[in-house]
C-alpha cells in the first residue's frame, strides 16, 4: 500500500514542537557532553548505572525476545537502556518505535530527539530528520495519533526509499518525558539546570588553560614613548616598528621594557581570582544537578572504601530505583498494549546488586549469632549448596562459655532469678558475700 501522506486536520490540546530545535538540543548536548568532562562523566554514571541493573522479565516470547535482543545495533537490553538514560539526562525526552513487521520478532530502536515533530493540532508526530538539517521537510516516519485518546497510534507510514511516496507498516511509538512545567508534549532533563554552571567551568578552564599557554605570564598592553613624525614614517618604516612591538609582546627572553614604556596588566593571578577552589565548586554542583555522589568521580578526599559502599547505596535509593521503576513502567505498559501480552512484567531482580547483597549479608550474620537461622539457610545466603546435616539451627556464640562460668548451676540458682529480698538500712552493700569478714 503506497500513498502521499496526507494526514487528517483533528484538533489539539497544544501547538507544535518550538523546543527541540537545533540551535537549542545540538548547542545543550555539545555544552554537556562534549565540553565539560564532569558533566559528561556523570551522564555516563547514570547511564552505566541504569544499564547495569538486572531484568526479571515474564510474559510471552514475543516480548522476551524484544527485551533481550531489541534491534541489531544496541544488541543488548543493557545498551538500549544506556541510550534511553543519555536521552532523557539531556534533553528529558526518549522516542523509541516498535517495528512489527515481522510478527514474531519485533524490534525496537531509539529515536533523536531532535529529529521528533508533534504536530497535536494534525494529529501527528513526525520523524524528519531532512527537516531539522537541511530545513527541507521530508518525513521518514509519520504516526497517526487517535483523535480521541493521544496517547494511542492509530497508523504509522515509512517512506518509500528516496521518493515521496508511503507505505503503511505495523508499528507503534513510546514516548518517555520528564515531567516539564512549561510544556505539556516536552520533557526537561537535568542538563536544563546546569548550563550556567558549565558555561562557568568551561571559562574557568580557558583561562587556566591561557595561563599555561602563555608560559604562566599575564596579558595585557604596553605603552610605548610617543613617535615624533609617526605620520612621515615610510611603509618600511613603520613594518619595522610593528616588529618591535610584536618582539615586545612575544619574547620570551624580555626581561625588561624600553625606556618610557608601561606594562598595563588585564588579568589576574591565580591567587586573586583563586579559580581553582571555583573549578573545584563548580564541579560539585555539577554533579549534584546529576544525583552522582562527588565519591564516584574519585574528587579529592572522597573516595574511600567505605564512602564507595554508602554512595552506591544511597545512588540506588535515592536516584536509580526511581529511574529504573519509571523506564520500566513505561516499557512495560507500551509493550503489553502494543504486543497483547497483559501478563508482560518487567522488574529489577535485587538479589544481583552487590551492594544490596552485602546489607543482606550482615543481616544474616546478626542472625546466626542468635540463633535465628539453619545452617543451611546461612549456606544459601551465602551462595553455597545446602549440606545433608545443614537443617539444624545455629548454636548462638558464646552460649557453652557463658553456661561453664556460671559454675554449673540451674538456671533457677542464678542471681538473676532469685527473689529480690529487704536489706536493711545498715547493710554492708559496698562487697560481696563472699568478700566480707
Known amino acids: 500500500m503506497t500513498h502521499n501522506p496526507t494526514p487528517p486536520a483533528t484538533p489539539g490540546r497544544f501547538s507544535g514542537s518550538v523546543w527541540t530545535d537545533d540551535e537549542n538540543y545540538v548547542g545543550r548536548t555539545k555544552a554537556v557532553y562534549f565540553q565539560c568532562p564532569v558533566s559528561r562523566r556523570c551522564l555516563e554514571i547514570r547511564a552505566e548505572k541504569l544499564a547495569s541493573i538486572t531484568l526479571k522479565i515474564e ?22 537502556l544506556r541510550n534511553v538514560e543519555m536521552d532523557l539526562g539531556i534533553g528529558g525526552d526518549c522516542w523509541l518505535w516498535l517495528n512489527k513487521e515481522i510478527a514474531e520478532r519485533p524490534v525496537m530502536e531509539a529515536l533523536r530527539p531532535d529529529f521528533m515533530f508533534q504536530e497535536p493540532a494534525k494529529g501527528t508526530i513526525t520523524y524528519d530528520p531532512s527537516k531539522r538539517l537541511n530545513g527541507t521537510s521530508n518525513p521518514e516516519l509519520i504516526f497517526y495519533t487517535d483523535p480521541d485518546e493521544t496517547a494511542s497510534i492509530l497508523t504509522v507510514e515509512r517512506r518509500i526509499g528516496d521518493t515521496n511516496r508511503y507505505e503503511q507498516i505495523d508499528a507503534d511509538l513510546l514516548h518517555m518525558s520528564i515531567y516539564n512545567p512549561l510544556s505539556a508534549i516536552e520533557g526537561s532533563g537535568a542538563g536544563d539546570a546546569i548550563m550556567a554552571d558549565i558555561a562557568a567551568y568551561r571559562a574557568a578552564t580557558k ?31 613603520k613594518a619595522k616598528l610593528r616588529d618591535t612591538l610584536r618582539m615586545l609582546r612575544e619574547d620570551d627572553e624580555l626581561k625588561g621594557l624600553v625606556a618610557g614604556s608601561e606594562f598595563i596588566e588585564n588579568q589576574m593571578d591565580f591567587k586573586e581570582l583563586d579559580v581553582v577552589a571555583v573549578v573545584k565548586a563548580l564541579e560539585r554542583r555539577i554533579a549534584m544537578a546529576f544525583a552522582v555522589q562527588p565519591v564516584m568521580l574519585g574528587f579529592e578526599g572522597e573516595t574511600t572504601g567505605m564512602n564507595m559502599r554508602t554512595a552506591d547505596r544511597t545512588f540506588y535509593t535515592g536516584w536509580l530505583k526511581p529511574r529504573a521503576d519509571f523506564v ?79 559454675g554449673g548451676k540451674d538456671p533457677e540458682q542464678q542471681p538473676d532469678n532469685q527473689p529480690s529480698r529487704e536489706v536493711a538500712h545498715n547493710a554492708d552493700t559496698s562487697r560481696r558475700a563472699s568478700q566480707r569478714a
Open 59 to 80: 510474559g510471552s516470547k514475543r516480548g522476551k525476545k524484544v527485551l533481550s535482543v531489541p534491534n541489531f545495533r544496541d544488541r543488548t537490553m543493557s545498551n538500549l
Open 207 to 237: 583561562l587556566m588553560y591561557a595561563r599555561f599557554t602563555n608560559g604562566g605570564r599575564k596579558s595585557g598592553w604596553i605603552t610605548i614613548p610617543e613617535v615624533d613624525g609617526y605620520n612621515e614614517l615610510t611603509d618600511d618604516d
Open 328 to 406: 520500566l513502567g513505561h516499557l512495560q505498559s507500551f509493550l503489553r498494549d502494543s504486543l497483547n501480552d497483559p501478563k508482560l512484567t518487567i522488574e529489577i531482580d535485587e538479589t544481583k546488586l552487590p551492594y544490596l547483597q552485602d546489607d543482606k549479608l550482615d543481616m544474616v550474620d546478626k542472625m546466626a549469632g542468635r540463633g535465628a537461622i539453619t545452617f543451611n539457610e546461612y549456606r544459601e545466603a551465602m551462595g553455597f549448596a545446602p549440606a545433608p546435616w545443614g537443617n539444624k539451627p545455629i548454636p548462638v556464640a558464646g552460649a557453652g562459655e557463658s553456661l561453664s562460668q556460671s
